[in-house]
């Protein structure tokens, strides 16, 4: 989006929606725009259900408390759950699919194994004694040819983040011995170290906080899409005369919701920052009182500002306006309170990190850390203090021998033998120069065939290993690729708890229905593996051979959790979700986690992991194809979940590439044309639409896995990092997901 001198301009609400209007394309735009036509429900009795208590188990902001509603043992429905005040009584539309996903005629329902080789197609149903029996002899097999499990490897990821499965699987690995663990992660962890540079911890007001904001602006997110009960209370503060922003590349439909759009070039968030903070310095607009009273290393940033950063500066790197950066920065500034809510996908770049901490430092320095309505919203995990039993318990068996540093080795110093770990955003890389080599994979709650970068690369590193088990629903694209899967149960049929990493709620999630099929929990699959590995080597598993899921889930309750939420016991979830007791303004005591103590413009912490003190500016990824790719969530989809079932086929039937009309017309392509993505990695073909919601240097795809079709955004998309995450996740940055480059034609 430009203006005639080539300058990315601004638009405000009024204006997108006049030119709706009158091109005729206002009854094209989704999100409940227009007026939604009157409906009518069949009579309902609540008597005639059993009503289960729920939770969703997704990786997303809202963890929504649900509702499920159950007759003659069958799912019939489920709704938000109203107790909580963040979920009220929607859903998004993946939430209401959820019963689709129980029934899916597609779930895999037996223990199978593929015949063939990898890749074949060709499975066989075996019996779950057959499927364990297999995968604890190669367990056994690899301990005693290698002298140790560092060649087994689990590649455990969110696709579930109930608290059972965040920890009863690495339990398993655990109570085996050392292995090798895929760790890090591709989600957040720039804008997590970020976080903790600058406040010494990464803790959000609450998010229903943001009604009480005078000036909202969502940098880098489409909550419209990905956190849907957010929005509310965003709408909240604007019906209350705040004014709501949207800093993003795309005109997503968060942006055509906002009073005012901002689209800076990609990977230059940073430079927005700094030119609203140097405008800011300029105009006597700092809190001076908040910043002596609670900032270190101010003036430092201060100085680097007035040396280095102009509005001109800001405008050439973003393609935005001095004058609109003015504007926006002096707007902001002046609100009280004002707050950013600082999305993911902004710091899934090669100076993503840096960008986290400049939009930080424009919260701190006009006083609004420590105040309602205001804050530098990323995230928080304080509601996640649970024992992660038995994953933070388990030992290994005697005499286990592990990975050993060889750097550690060398220094001459007494070494303790541990799990090896990978960092899982460059898999590939990684696991083709492990040594020892890694011979087999346990994948569980993920599908990195789908998630994980250059997946050309990825194939070929699954098929040289041994032996790959698959734990899920579906058949997914990793699972067309492992020697055996296995059914595993949705959260409808086990027992979990379930917290967020935005809002402040808690739920348990009650079994509802009997496992389908021959679905078992990770809890089952766990027990059985460590009962056969027993029988045949007594004491080669430490893990508990009788435990239940609904045990487990107890046991990961304790008093910080009791005392966080107000409750004595697990079983007063059974009357609803609870929220945390602690006050929703983060910070509001002044007092941060850093060396100092106070909020550090300057941290020394950042200079040990090869960052720089000060939130400088670090230009983006030098582009190495014509355009660059995006590759954000979809509406219908969460990851590689949701939109391969048929309920949401019907909405989004097949993988786009969202182009600009200029470069269409250059690349002779026309709408609904089928177009052909490539870069040095790879290619895939799918269908071209045109939009000017994308800029004329940029690409967007959805990622996604949609069933029967080769579709993978991962195809172009290589294993470069981001700026950080080193230090918060074990030595494994983050990846840099939204900084990538390919070139299109006509198919």
């Not at 037996?110 to 002899?137: C, F, H, L, N, T």
């Not at 903790?196 to 943001?210: A, Q």
């Not at 993920?446 to 040289?464: G, H, I, L, T, V």
């Not at 303004?585 to 040990?608: C, L, M, N, Q």
Request: net charge neutral; glycine share 8%.
């Amino acid at each position: 989006m430009k203006n005639e001198n080539g300058s990315r301009r601004t638009l405000t609400r009024r204006h997108f929606l006049q030119g709706l209007t009158a091109t005729g394309a206002m009854a094209m735009v989704p999100g409940s725009l227009l007026r939604p036509a009157a409906t009518r429900a069949d009579a309902f009795r609540v008597q005639d259900y059993v009503v289960r208590t729920s939770a969703c188990q997704r990786n997303c902001y809202d963890t929504c408390s649900i509702k499920s509603y159950v007759k003659d043992g069958v799912l019939k429905f489920v709704e938000g759950n109203p107790q909580s005040t963040f979920t009220s009584s929607g859903l998004c539309v993946k939430g209401f699919s959820y019963p689709r996903r129980v029934y899916s005629p597609h779930r895999i329902k037996y223990p199978m194994e593929q015949v063939g080789g990898k890749g074949s197609g060709k499975w066989k149903r075996i019996s779950w004694d057959e499927a364990i029996d297999r995968i604890a002899k190669k367990i056994l097999e690899i301990k005693k040819q290698d002298g140790n499990l560092l060649g087994v490897a689990l590649e455990k990821n969110s696709g579930s983040e109930g608290i059972t499965n965040c920890s009863v699987i690495q339990g398993f690995f655990s109570a085996i011995g050392y292995t090798t663990r895929m760790e890090g992660s591709s989600c957040w962890p720039a804008g997590y170290d970020a976080q903790h540079f600058d406040f010494g911890n990464m803790v959000c007001n609450d998010p229903e906080d943001m009604a009480n904001s005078k000036y909202v602006i969502v940098w880098g997110g489409n909550p419209a899409w990905t956190s849907v009960h957010s929005m509310k209370f965003i709408y909240a503060a604007r019906e209350r005369g705040a004014k709501f922003v949207v800093v993003d590349p795309v005109l997503s439909q968060t942006a055509a919701k906002a009073d005012e759009y901002f689209g800076p070039k990609v990977g230059t968030d940073g430079a927005l920052a700094l030119g609203m903070a140097r405008h800011i310095l300029d105009h006597d607009l700092v809190d001076k009182a908040w910043v002596r009273r609670n900032a270190h290393g101010f003036e430092e940033f201060a100085t680097y500002l007035r040396k280095n950063i102009t509005l001109e500066w800001a405008e050439a790197e973003t393609g935005i306006p001095a004058a609109d950066i003015a504007r926006l920065a002096e707007e902001f500034a002046t609100a009280d309170p004002a707050t950013i809510w600082i999305g993911y996908g902004m710091q899934r770049h090669t100076n993503g990190g840096v960008a986290v901490r400049a939009i930080d430092a424009l919260v701190a320095m006009t006083g609004n850390i420590g105040k309602k309505g205001g804050g530098a919203r990323y995230g928080q995990e304080f509601t996640w203090n649970f024992n992660y039993w038995p994953k933070c318990e388990l030992q290994p068996p005697a005499g286990s021998k592990g990975w050993v540093d060889p750097k550690a080795a060398k220094s001459g110093k007494p070494v303790t033998p541990s799990n090896r770990s990978l960092n899982r955003n460059q898999e590939a890389r990684n696991m083709f120069k492990a040594n020892p080599p890694i011979r087999m994979m346990w994948v569980s709650c993920s599908n990195p065939m789908s998630q994980a970068p250059d997946r050309n690369a990825m194939e070929k590193a699954y098929r040289q290993l041994e032996m790959t088990v698959v734990v899920d629903h579906f058949f997914t694209q990793t699972a067309e690729l492992a020697d055996i899967v296995l059914p595993t149960t949705t959260q409808f049929e086990e027992w979990q708890v379930d917290v967020s990493y935005w809002h402040y709620w808690l739920a348990i999630n009650e079994q509802a229905i009997e496992p389908l099929y021959e679905s078992k929990s990770n809890t089952d699959i766990s027990a059985m593996l460590s009962k056969r590995m027993n029988e045949l080597e007594p004491g080669s598993c430490t893990f508990p051979q009788d435990l239940t899921p609904k045990e487990c889930m107890i046991r990961q309750f304790n008093d910080t959790i009791h005392e966080e939420f107000g409750i004595s016991s697990w079983k007063d979830l059974l009357d609803g979700p609870v929220k945390s007791k602690r006050n929703p303004v983060a910070w509001a005591d002044g007092r941060f986690e850093t060396p100092s103590g106070k909020y550090e413009f300057k941290s020394e912490i950042a200079t040990r992991y090869g960052n720089m003190a000060l939130p400088e500016y670090k230009a983006p990824r030098k582009p190495h194809a014509p355009y660059k790719v995006l590759t954000p969530h979809t509406k219908f989809g969460l990851h590689s979940q949701f939109v391969n079932l048929d309920w949401m086929e019907d909405f989004n039937p097949e993988p786009c590439v969202y182009v600009n009309p200029a470069v269409a017309r250059e690349k002779g392509i026309r709408d609904g044309d089928k177009a052909r993505v490539f870069s040095r990695l790879g290619e895939l073909t799918l269908t071209a639409r045109l939009t000017d919601n994308v800029a004329p240097d940029t690409l967007l795809m959805y990622e996604a896995w949609f069933k029967n079709n080769s579709f993978n955004v991962q195809n172009v998309v290589d294993d470069t990092l981001a700026d950080m995450g080193a230090y918060k996740f074990g030595g494994h940055p983050g990846l840099a997901t939204q900084e990538h480059f390919a070139d299109i034609e006509k198919a």
